[in-house]
């Protein structure tokens, strides 16, 4: 039967997790008000997760799995299952449980009102540490004024999406993706629904300090051109303080004025401070260049390996495209 709901949920590496995670969706789609499915992606785990998955799509015909040929990303993960999705409202989650399955219900009462996008807004993180506390409010504040568009602040990938929605963001051809803003970006109606965010409920934090930096990176520089703004700007403070200097030393030198700064200090102090702005201002160059080659290359987003549950939507062997990313290959399990 076509589902009404599907919930998307990324897994990689999460087999302390996934009993649990399944126990509890299982009592939240018993809830629900029509048919659901479950698509878990498997995103390249090393540990007993695929297995784990496999048992449970066995026992359960709602639970319908990807597995990917190798690790792909986060972002990535969640795109294959918005990809594969074919609810009327489509919840992504995480697997690790820091996300509640329970609030999946108050989404969908929120989506039955008319509202084509619903988010969890983060109020409290429980046993976070401060440092980290303080690197995510920071990002989300800062975001939220660079970006051309308006970000919840203290949101992530945790939302209850409309087909309409999801159908546009399958549409998008881009690479680097970041799902929290273009969910802002496609606007329709939006609303949010508070909760406490808890700890993780069993394994190892699978996002360290340099893949939330890279993914906070990304987030910037996908949804805002400011910070190529930002180099023009250093560029042209940089010659200005270089004219100022230069004016400075002429004065020196006419009024025979003795200064410790001229000569080789100040020579030297120029040449570093210059080099940084440069250096500066090809990584951000550098970083938009970059993906531009990326979107030219336009291979696959991803490569799956095994199937199950999704028979009827692929033939042996077939080869699909989604929204112009380019070609998958995959194989039924």
């Not at 785990?45 to 319908?64: A, F, K, M, T, W």
């Not at 039955?112 to 619903?118: A, H, I, L, T, Y």
């Not at 002429?250 to 000569?263: D, E, K, P, Q, V």
């Amino acid at each position: 039967m076509q589902p009404t709901y599907s919930i998307v949920i990324p897994i990689y590496n999460e087999q302390e997790n996934i009993p649990e995670m399944y126990r509890r969706l299982s009592l939240v789609m018993e809830d629900l008000d029509a048919e659901c499915e479950l698509i878990l992606v498997d995103d390249g785990s090393r540990d007993r997760s695929l297995s784990l998955i496999r048992e449970i799509h066995r026992q359960d015909s709602r639970v319908r799995y990807i597995s990917f040929a190798r690790n792909f990303g986060h972002q990535i993960a969640v795109t294959a299952g918005l990809n594969h999705a074919l609810g009327q409202a489509v919840i992504v989650m995480d697997a690790d449980l820091q996300d509640p399955p329970e609030l999946i219900l108050t989404m969908v009462e929120k989506w039955r009102q008319g509202n084509e996008v619903v988010y969890a807004q983060r109020i409290a993180r429980k046993r976070e540490g401060f440092l980290k506390k303080a690197f995510a409010y920071t990002f989300y504040r800062v975001l939220r004024r660079l970006a051309d568009v308006d970000i919840p602040s203290d949101t992530g990938d945790f939302c209850l999406m409309d087909r309409r929605v999801v159908d546009i963001l399958n549409a998008m051809p881009e690479r680097n993706r970041y799902i929290r803003g273009l969910r802002a970006w496609v606007g329709f109606n939006q609303t949010s629904v508070l909760f406490e965010r808890d700890p993780r409920y069993a394994g190892k934090e699978k996002y360290t300090f340099g893949k939330s930096l890279a993914l906070a990176l990304n987030g910037i520089v996908s949804l805002s051109p400011i910070p190529l703004r930002f180099a023009t700007y250093l560029g042209i403070i940089s010659a200005g303080m270089a004219m100022v200097m230069i004016l400075i030393v002429i004065y020196w030198r006419l009024s025979n004025m003795a200064s410790s700064l001229i000569g080789y200090t100040l020579i030297t102090i120029a040449l570093f401070f210059l080099g940084s702005v440069q250096l500066l201002c090809l990584g951000i160059l550098g970083e938009y260049i970059g993906r531009m080659y990326e979107e030219i290359k336009a291979r696959p987003l991803y490569t799956i390996k095994e199937i199950g549950g999704m028979e009827q939507r692929y033939q042996a062997a077939e080869v699909r495209k989604y929204g112009g990313e380019g070609e998958i290959s995959i194989r039924p399990h």
